[in-house]
Antibody, heavy 116, light 110 residues
Framework: QVQLQESGPGLVKPSETLSLTCAVSGYSISSGYYWGWIRQPPGKGLEWIGSMYYSGTTYYNPSLKSRVTISVDTSKNQFSLKLSSVTAADTAVYYC?????????WGQGTMVTVSS | QTVVTQEPSFSVSPGGTVTLTCGLSSGSVSTSYYPSWYQQTPGQAPRTLIYSTNTRSSGVPDRFSGSILGNKAALTITGAQADDESDYYCMLYMDSRISVFGGGTKLTVL
């Protein structure tokens, strides 16, 4: 059974970099699929942040591209999100997910608040 | 930038049928966008219902079905139940594997 679990600081200061990790169990990231991040501000809809193919190719939301980096650590079977220069507008629940033709498997999500 | 459009809200009676749609601000939705649908209840992660236009995810009841209706993707719930009351999001794959979610539809069953 494939499971994804997000982790990282729940509070980040404005202008700093948000860093989250998604640990994958039950499947080796390097075996296939796309691995992505989606966020949801409080009371609002879902927003795709970006995805990474298992080979390392990345795809980013054009509106966030200048601030986003998604990377993988195959030795730990996890992938990461870095979002730089955060503001209050980046406050959201952040989900990691596995995808191919859709996002099929989701993590439970982690709340990140941007505040001083 | 292309916007994916959904009805903000919809209401259905228990046992009734409702069709939610997913369109584009410019152009028509086709199967080449690989439309998918997600159900989300408060405080929970989204649950995948439909992918590749009309394929149900494992464990999804057959009262949920997906299709293309005219120039939009559609999610039809036949025989709505109380626990279908949720937010529903569609997602489309654009060029270069850019994913775009619709704004979501809040479905009320009453």
């Amino acid at each position: 059974q494939v499971q994804l679990q997000e982790s990282g600081p729940g509070l980040v200061k404005p202008s700093e970099t948000l860093s989250l990790t998604c640990a994958v169990s039950g499947y080796s990231i390097s075996s296939g699929y796309y691995w992505g991040w989606i966020r949801q501000p409080p009371g609002k809809g879902l927003e795709w942040i970006g995805s990474m193919y298992y080979s390392g190719t990345t795809y980013y939301n054009p509106s966030l591209k200048s601030r986003v980096t998604i990377s993988v650590d195959t030795s730990k079977n996890q992938f990461s999100l870095k979002l730089s220069s955060v503001t209050a507008a980046d406050t959201a629940v952040y989900y990691c997910a596995r995808s191919l033709d859709a996002f099929h498997i989701w993590g439970q999500g982690t709340m990140v608040t941007v505040s001083s | 930038q292309t916007v994916v459009t959904q009805e903000p809200s919809f209401s259905v009676s228990p046992g009734g049928t409702v069709t939610l749609t997913c369109g584009l601000s410019s152009g028509s939705v086709s199967t080449s966008y690989y439309p998918s649908w997600y159900q989300q209840t408060p405080g929970q992660a989204p649950r995948t219902l439909i992918y590749s236009t009309n394929t149900r995810s494992s464990g999804v009841p057959d009262r949920f079905s997906g299709s293309i209706l005219g120039n939009k993707a559609a999610l039809t719930i036949t025989g709505a139940q109380a626990d279908d009351e949720s937010d529903y999001y569609c997602m489309l794959y654009m060029d270069s594997r850019i994913s775009v979610f619709g704004g979501g539809t809040k479905l009320t069953v009453l």
